[in-house]
Structure formats: C-alpha cells, structure tokens
C-alpha cells in the first residue's frame, strides 16, 4: 500500500502538469498523512535542511564556471585544439565535436550547456562540410551527454549529498567511464559516416596545430588542475568549484579578453536562476526522502527483488533498464533525486559498491537526456541547430545505442569501473 501510494501521488501530480518539486511535496505529504503523523512543520525544518549542504554549493559554482567558459572563449578554443589535432580525418569534424565534448565536460559538468555551445560551433560547421545535419545533431546532442559522467558532474554531486556518498570518489570514478562513453560515440560515428562523401578539413600545418594548442593551453589546464587537486587532496569538490569559477574568470576577461565586466551581471543572474530550481529540487526531494525511510520503503523495495539480490549482474541490470524507461518520461535530476532513497539501499543490501553503482547510474540519468520524448539535451540541441526534434531523433539512435552498449558492458564488467575508480581515488 505504502509504495501504491508514493507512485501514485507522484506520478499523478506530475501528469497534472505540477512541477517535480511541488509533486515531491505532495508525495511526502501524501505520505505522511498514509502513516498518520502529518506535521506541517517536519515538512518545512525538511525542506530547510534539503538545501543546507556545503557539498551543494559547488553546483552553483559549476554552473557559473560553465556560463564564464562559454562567454570568455574557453569552449571556443578546445574545439579549435580538436579541430587542429583530428579535424583532417575522414569525418574529422564528428571527432572533433566527440574529442571537444570530453574537455569542455571537465570544465562544466552541465550537460545542457556543454550541448548548446558545442551545437551552436560544430553542427553549421559539420553541414557545411557536407555531413547530414540529423546526424551531426544527434552527435553534438550525445557528446554533451558526457558532461554528467566526467568531473566535475553536477550529478554526482546530487547523487552524493542524497545517498551520503563521497563526492571526490564519485568524480574519480567518473573519469574511465566517461571516456568509454566516448569511445562508443567514435565507433558509432565511424560507421555512420563511412559511406559518407564528406570531405575532411585540410590538414593544417604543424605550426598552425602548435598554435592552436598554445593559444588552447590555458583553457585546456582547467581540467587538470581540478583532477589532480581533488587526487592530491588539495581541495574539496566544492572547492573546485570556486576554484573553476576564479581559474575561468581570470582566463577570460585578462587573458583571451572576451568577456567584459559589464556582462558578468548576466552570466551571474543565469546562473543563480538554474541553480535556484536545482536547490528548490534539493530541498523539496528531502521531505519525501525522510519520508521514504520512516516509511522504510525501501524494504520493501529489496523484499519485491530478493528473487535477484543473489545475483549481482542481473539486479543491476534490471536496475539499469528501469531508469533508462523512467528516463525517457523525466529529467536527471529529478530521476536521481526519487530513485537515490528507494535503489541506494537495495544496492548495498546485494553487496554492490555503492560508488559503482552511482557511476552506472548518473550514466544512465545523463544518457536520459537524449531519449525521446523528453530529452532535454535533445530539446536544446535542435533549438540551437535549428532542425525539428522528430529530425534530430532520426540521427540521434545510433550514438544513443552505442551509450547504452557501453553503459550493459560495464554492468556485465564491473571491474571497468572499480579498479581505475580505486586506483585514481589511492584506494
């Protein structure tokens, strides 16, 4: 009855048209009022505490960095280092906007805003080029689908303050995976293009690549500061988060130069925007949280699998093709704030590594992002490519198939994930 009743009243608040964070409400109200103990005040100190986290403010941070990357010319510039370094290839350019999506994720972790500056660079370049634009669409769409996975990743840090998990862990477990991620989107561009009349971009001389390089450097440093300063312990996740926001602020206002201080007003209010609905989301998800443990939901969940808990490959694979149907109907951070509470304990009741399968799971939200009818990344992309959405789905399938073939391996190869996560986090 407990777990009708969650469904219900979350599902059905959400077909109404009700924000997730009011339907998160509801849920927990509903909830309460199932168990007789509804208190209007345990749901206010509920929603307070949602949203006082220290680990929560680097997603404001992250977000500011990645507006600052985007309007200062960071972004700009590592498609041009991708462009230099693969652009001469036979379907150069997808590789280019592959190669570009994995550092301009290191820099934001934002998969919406990493999709709309690669988009708005890459798919008039790859048309022109003589590319079909559904496919370059598709592809620009499922390379920012990478942002969630690499760090940093506003996901995991989600997912780490709503299941008590280690952040720094969740960010170096990402790093194998996400490059995996990139590796199934060049095999799938491979074969899309192969029968492709395209012709590459001319080879650029090796003067013109090391300038490329060289004038890329400072944008391309970013990522490394951050992943080696969260290895060596020099500083917090949040604190790489203030540290990219003052690291790309100096880079693009004195030495690129192309962001000027009379537009910073902007880029701040952006930022506070989404970051407000991330931590009204934060906040509300606790109350139906705490209501999800008093009403010790997820027992019953593990009571429903214990037929699986046995068998680890096989919970965690029917695990993942819930969330990839769950992620076809709602957005990432939604899905991560309802699931966390319910799965995380099931999870750990099997004996699976909770960082493991945080990994698999923010891969799965971020994959999501590209499947219909929602797809929020896909929404983005055909806004800023100027093509239809029933077009973009068209080029779209084939990298979104290859994710999710990377995304089974690493549930049937557990060990894809762990021992690199292991040895990057000195464990």
């Known amino acids: 009855m407990t777990i009708t009743i969650f469904i219900t009243s979350l599902l059905g608040s959400m077909a109404l048209g009700m924000p997730i964070a009011f339907a998160l409400l509801l849920c927990g109200m509903a909830l309460m009022f199932h168990l007789d103990m509804f208190d209007a005040q345990i749901i206010a100190q509920n929603v307070l505490n949602g949203a006082d986290s220290f680990a929560l403010m680097a997603v404001p941070f992250f977000l500011l960095a990645g507006e ?197 007003y902007e880029l701040f209010l952006t930022s506070a925007k989404t970051s407000a609905v991330v931590m009204f989301l934060m906040a509300a998800a606790l109350v139906s949280a705490w209501l999800i443990t008093i009403a010790d939901l997820p027992s019953l969940v593990i009571e429903v699998l214990e037929p699986f808990l046995d068998n680890k490959i096989l919970l965690m694979f029917m695990i993942m093709v819930l969330v990839v149907v769950i992620g076809t109907a709602m957005d990432m951070i939604p899905t991560i704030l309802i699931l966390t509470p319910v799965l995380l304990p099931v999870v750990k009741a099997a004996g699976i590594d909770p960082i493991y399968f945080g990994v698999l799971f923010i891969m799965n939200c971020a994959i999501g992002l590209i499947t219909p009818p929602v797809g929020t990344v896909l929404n983005v992309v055909a806004g800023t490519s100027k093509i239809t959405m029933d077009d973009i789905m068209k080029g779209v399938w084939p990298f979104l198939l290859a994710q999710l073939i990377v995304l089974f391996l690493l549930v049937i190869f557990p060990d894809l994930v762990i021992v690199p996560a292991r040895w990057f986090s000195g464990g």
């Not at 990478?146 to 989600?158: H, L």
């Not at 299941?163 to 995976?177: E, H, N, Q, R, Y």
Request: proline residues 5%.
């Open 68 to 264: 600052i990357m985007n309007s200062g010319g960071l972004s700009k510039r590592i498609v041009n280092v991708a462009l230099a370094l693969v652009g001469h290839i036979k379907g150069g350019l997808g590789y280019v906007a592959i190669l570009a999506g994995c550092v301009i994720a290191a820099l934001s972790g934002s998969a919406v805003a990493d999709a709309a500056a690669l988009s708005a660079l890459m798919v008039p370049m790859m048309v022109a080029a003589g590319h079909n634009r559904n496919s370059s669409a598709g592809l620009v769409a499922a390379a920012g689908c990478i942002a969630p996975v690499i760090p940093p990743s506003g996901g995991f840090i989600v997912f780490g303050v709503a299941g008590g998990l280690s952040i720094t862990k969740l960010f170096l477990a990402g790093i194998v995976p996400g490059l995996l991620l990139a590796g199934g989107l060049v095999v799938a561009w491979w074969w899309v293009v192969r029968k492709e009349d395209a012709a590459p971009a001319p080879r650029l001389p090796l003067k013109d690549r090391v300038r490329a390089v060289l004038d890329g450097f400072w944008a391309l440093l970013l990522p490394v500061i951050i992943v080696v300063g969260l290895r060596m312990g020099v500083f917090t996740p949040t604190e790489a988060a203030v540290v990219a926001v003052v690291y790309s602020l100096v880079i693009a206002v004195f030495v690129y130069r192309e962001l000027k201080i009379h537009q910073l």
